[in-house]
Nanobody, 123 residues
Framework: QVQLLESGGGLIQAGESLRLSCLFY????????IGWYRQAPGKQRDLVAE???????DYTDSVKGRFTISRDNANHRIFLQMNSLKPEDTAVYYC?????????????????WGQGTQVTVSS
């Protein structure tokens, strides 16, 4: 099992910054990807930013240039620095990890989610 624990959400004003943190621990195995998703009210959960297995980073277009994902492997943490926040960034932010594994002798992927942290940006 893998556990993910987010922290750092809150209520802030547009234009301000916030830093989210995710502590990951447990049977980490082979991590294919780890990063952040978000879900706004009435919308689907979408990728915000993540590290892929090859070490590259991916960002959704709407946060490029404003958000930065980083990691501290020694302390099992990843971070999401969010600058110039906008009201449309309001959402529950989830830490997410994809691990490689096997199911019935076939390679598969397993998805793990944190409990989420609320980010609310007021205009």
């Amino acid at each position: 099992q893998v556990q993910l624990l987010e922290s750092g959400g809150g209520l802030i004003q547009a234009g301000e910054s916030l830093r989210l943190s995710c502590l990951f621990y447990g049977d980490l195995g082979s991590i294919n990807a780890i990063g952040w998703y978000r879900q706004a009210p009435g919308k689907q959960r979408d990728l915000v930013a993540e590290f892929s297995k090859g070490g590259s980073t991916d960002y959704t277009d709407s946060v490029k240039g404003r958000f930065t994902i980083s990691r501290d492997n020694a302390n099992h943490r990843i971070f999401l620095q969010m600058n110039s926040l906008k009201p449309e960034d309001t959402a529950v932010y989830y830490c997410h990890a994809t691990l490689a594994g096997w199911v019935n002798g076939k390679p598969s992927e397993f998805h793990y989610w944190g409990q989420g942290t609320q980010v609310t940006v007021s205009s």
